[in-house]
């Protein structure tokens, strides 16, 4: 296992974990949420029924304000009536080490959300890069420390993996095949701390599934919760967590292993396959 040099704290992007103190992160107002063409599974199921966009927007506002109560700079990006999808930030880049690497995205309707990011990271002076020729997106796309898993998924292609592998010598890439109904790896695993992780194991190939049991102490999530999103909760540091009310025995699981669990509404959002991880793009943890 390979590890990184920790990084001055004067970088203005820089991300080693999911887990350490949350800094900065990009976010986008679900102003104009709505499920036009169903692109996931979730989707789908919630089609018909689709998004009270007043609810999501102040479910949204709740959870911006208890990042901005724990010193997090929160920085919005302006939503655009064409991009339906835009509050799911994770997904159109992702931070590694002082790097932040564009998504490629895969389906088409999401593509304009990437230059909506490079017009205010030019406007801003951060630096980012552009290497990936198909499609990888930052869902799939998990750090710790000098460790780095990427799910090979219909978003994520085992090109765009290799092309980070180029990018990244110094760093141990583990794909990790996912079932083909799961739309990230972060619907179904999320780092949260050193030694824990919460999981999804049916989604994930045997062997993946085994290694990941080597390195973590893994808590398993009901067929129930991982439908509600309940692996995409949110690190912000001091193993605190953000997560959802409706998934009591994930949460309870995490109290009991030591996180502080805030619970944040979120109901209306994840209709659209994303939860609180899938919410936010980090520049900057430490």
Same mark, same amino acid.
Request: net charge negative; charged share 25%.
């Given at each position: ?9 004067? %970088?203005?992007? =820089? ?110 002076? =951060? ?43 110094? =760093? ?28 999804? %194991? ?72 994303? %939860? ?11």
């Amino acid at each position: 296992m390979t590890s990184t040099p920790a990084k001055e704290q004067t %970088s203005m992007i =820089y991300c080693n974990s999911e887990y350490d103190d949350l800094q900065k992160v990009i976010v986008v107002p679900p102003e104009h949420m709505e499920i036009k063409e169903a692109i996931n599974e979730t989707q789908r199921h919630f089609l018909k029924e689709n998004i009270d966009q007043t609810k999501a927007l102040r479910q949204h506002q709740n959870f911006v304000n208890g990042l901005k109560s724990a010193d997090i700079d929160v920085i919005s990006l302006h939503p655009k009536k064409d991009l339906n999808e835009q509050v799911f930030t994770r997904d159109i880049g992702f931070c590694i080490g002082d790097t932040l690497y564009i998504s490629n995205m895969e389906e088409t309707l999401r593509s304009p959300e990437t230059q909506v990011l490079i017009n205010w990271l030019e406007k801003n002076n =951060y630096k980012y890069q552009q290497s990936f020729s198909s499609s990888i997106e930052g869902g799939d796309v998990l750090i710790d420390e000098g460790d780095i898993f990427v799910g090979r998924s219909n978003r994520t292609s085992d090109e765009a993996i290799d092309t980070l592998k180029s990018h990244l010598p110094t =760093y141990n890439i583990m794909p990790i095949t996912l079932e083909e109904e799961i739309l990230h790896l972060d619907c179904v695993l999320n780092i949260i701390s050193r030694d824990t992780a919460l999981i999804y %194991s049916k989604a994930i190939d045997a062997a993946s599934l085994k290694l990941l049991r080597k390195k973590y102490d893994l808590i398993e999530v009901t067929d129930k919760e991982q439908f509600n999103m309940g692996p995409n909760v949110l690190s912000i540091g001091g193993n605190q967590v953000i997560s959802l009310p409706e998934n009591k025995q994930v949460n309870q699981k995490l109290k009991e292993a030591g996180f502080t669990v805030h619970e944040v509404p979120f109901s209306e959002i994840i209709k659209s396959g994303g %939860s609180f991880r899938c919410c936010t793009l980090p520049l900057r943890r430490g």
